[in-house]
């Protein structure tokens, strides 16, 4: 555990706060004072080049402390995975139910997705059951995708990045991040999509752009759209 000597706290008008540490860092690389809220992993850096003193990248976070606060604002309200709590997944919303006596581990019903087993391991039980059906889903598309170009791949992860959504190796492996299941399944297929055309194309590049509008059905601007207005809210969820 490491102490913060500074953080910001947000209240959330159901009584509940999240504190969003700082952490400072100075860096050779760092030509000014910069801070980055880093909203998916709820931390802010401060990163401030070797010369200037510590003192004076905390004056400066000071003066811009209602801007920092203002982009804190954009943390979406925190959902548990709990008894009752609801969620959303391949665009079906679900209440979890805890049925501490049943023999089935995890299972979904009509709009309910059911847990056995002790309360304690129930969040996590339900992430993995979610995580397990991602698995199937990526899984089921990518070969739906790969099928269009003519494409082997290598081995599908389910990963909990903050970073990206997904990524493709030179290897053909291809990882996704199992929160796109909260997303709409438009975005996810383009995610699919994407890392399916690195299969052909391991870039960006003009070629690259046009297999994913070759394959995929949607609008990738779109789909882009909505991660960079929405992204966040997939990791309110835990
Ligand atoms: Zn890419």
């Not at 009509?110 to 087993?117: A, K, L, M, R």
């Not at 990882?175 to 052909?200: K, Q």
Request: aromatic fraction near 14%; hydrophobic fraction near 35%; charged fraction near 30%.
């Amino acid at each position: 555990m490491k102490a913060y000597e500074y953080s910001f706290v947000i209240k959330r008008p159901d009584g509940t706060s999240d504190v969003i540490p700082v952490e400072f860092e100075r860096s050779i690389r760092s030509k000014s004072i910069r801070i980055t809220p880093q909203l998916a992993k709820k931390v802010i850096k401060v990163t401030y080049p070797v010369y200037v003193l510590h003192s004076r990248a905390v004056d400066f976070l000071e003066k811009q402390k209602n801007w920092v606060a203002k982009q804190l604002e954009k943390v979406p309200e925190k959902i548990t995975i709990a008894d009752g709590s609801k969620i959303t997944f391949l665009e079906h919303e679900y209440k979890i139910s805890h049925i501490p006596n049943a023999r089935r581990g995890v299972w979904i019903e009509d709009d309910y997705i059911f847990v056995s087993g002790d309360i304690e391991f129930l969040n996590r039980r339900v992430k993995d059951f979610l995580k397990s059906e991602m698995k199937k889903y990526f899984t089921a598309k990518t070969h739906f995708y790969a099928k269009k170009i003519g494409k082997k791949f290598g081995n599908i992860t389910v990963k909990d990045t903050t970073s990206r959504w997904g990524s493709c190796a030179s290897n053909g492996n291809i990882a996704y991040s199992w929160r796109l299941g909260f997303a709409p399944i438009f975005v996810i297929d383009y995610i699919v999509a994407h890392e399916v055309s690195h299969l052909e194309e391991l870039n960006h590049s003009y070629k690259f752009w046009r297999i994913v509008k070759d394959i995929y059905e949607g609008d990738a601007n779109e789909a882009q759209k909505w991660l960079s207005r929405h992204g966040l809210s997939l990791y309110s969820i835990d």
